[in-house]
């Protein structure tokens, strides 16, 4: 009988913050598979857990996951975990995950922190409709476009972005979406814990003077206004958001918001062309 694919979401920080349920996952599955074995170490000495651990991470990926699929078959209860968070929330483990539900192995998940909703929470921005991008796309081109795709939907934008470049993806909002509210929220749960709001480029001025740009960081900006008439064809509309990266039936429930119309009526518009 095949084991069981437990995805255990782990402290974004302070280890305090995990489940007595992931504790007890943790304690009693056969192996670990975690980005960094090190970092994972730590929160297992916390809590005295002692487990085989096996690294999975973004350059290891395809192998290990048919590796550690065929100890699932096998029987074997597995564990996924993160550097951080929730596996499979801007880290590895989809191919796992899916591999493992195409063959009858069970997944189930433990679910726990999250950087990005723990951010939306604290953020004060409106928190009834939003959207995660995850880390936008690292060379500007590519991140002006995908600003610019979003630029008139009305939902608060959540998305992580690296020390080394925050300061130009700031830039790039304040261009391109505007002087809207931001928020920048870094090293939660941890004592450097700290939310920076404003302008982008009030923010960008508060980073300014500080010595260093360290720690993870979760960028939100506030709802953009919906666009009320718009003549582009929806069609285009929707290969430009497919062409950035984002799935067609998302796609289409964005321009459908957009243009204040069901995703079926756009659904139907695309195929009577």
């Known amino acids: 009988m095949p084991g069981t694919l437990y995805i255990v979401a782990t402290p974004i920080g302070n280890l305090e913050d995990v489940t007595f349920r992931a504790v007890r996952i943790l304690g009693e599955v056969d192996r670990i598979a975690c980005e960094d074995t090190r970092q994972t170490r730590k929160l297992l000495d916390r809590y005295g857990i002692s487990k085989p651990l096996v690294s999975y991470h973004e350059h290891n990926e395809a192998s290990r996951s048919a590796e550690l699929l065929q100890d699932l078959q096998a029987g074997q209860n597995i564990a996924l ?94 261009e391109i979406l505007g002087p809207r509210q931001v928020v920048l929220a870094r090293e939660l749960t941890k004592i450097h ?50 062409e950035s990266g984002v799935p067609r039936m998302q796609a289409l429930k964005t321009v459908a918001q957009q243009r204040g119309l069901s995703k079926r009526a756009v659904y139907k518009q695309l195929n009577e062309r």
């Open 81 to 174: 975990v993160s550097d951080a968070g929730t596996p499979l929330i801007s880290d590895p483990g989809y191919r796992l995950v899916k591999s493992a539900r195409d063959r009858g192995v069970q997944v189930s998940p433990i679910p726990g922190p999250a950087a990005f909703l723990a951010s939306l929470s604290a953020s004060s921005l409106p928190t009834d409709s939003f959207l995660f991008l995850g880390f936008l796309p690292p060379k500007k081109g590519q991140r002006r476009k995908v600003l610019e795709n979003w630029k008139s939907i009305p939902l608060t934008l959540v998305c992580y972005e690296a020390p080394h470049r925050i300061i130009e993806t700031l830039e790039d909002i304040e």
């Open 193 to 242: 814990e700290e939310f920076v709001r404003g302008t982008p480029s009030e923010v960008t001025g508060a980073l300014a003077k500080q010595s260093s740009l360290r720690g993870e960081m979760t960028l939100l900006v506030a709802k953009g206004e919906s666009t009320e008439a718009n003549d582009e064809p929806i069609e285009d509309a929707v290969r430009q958001l497919v």
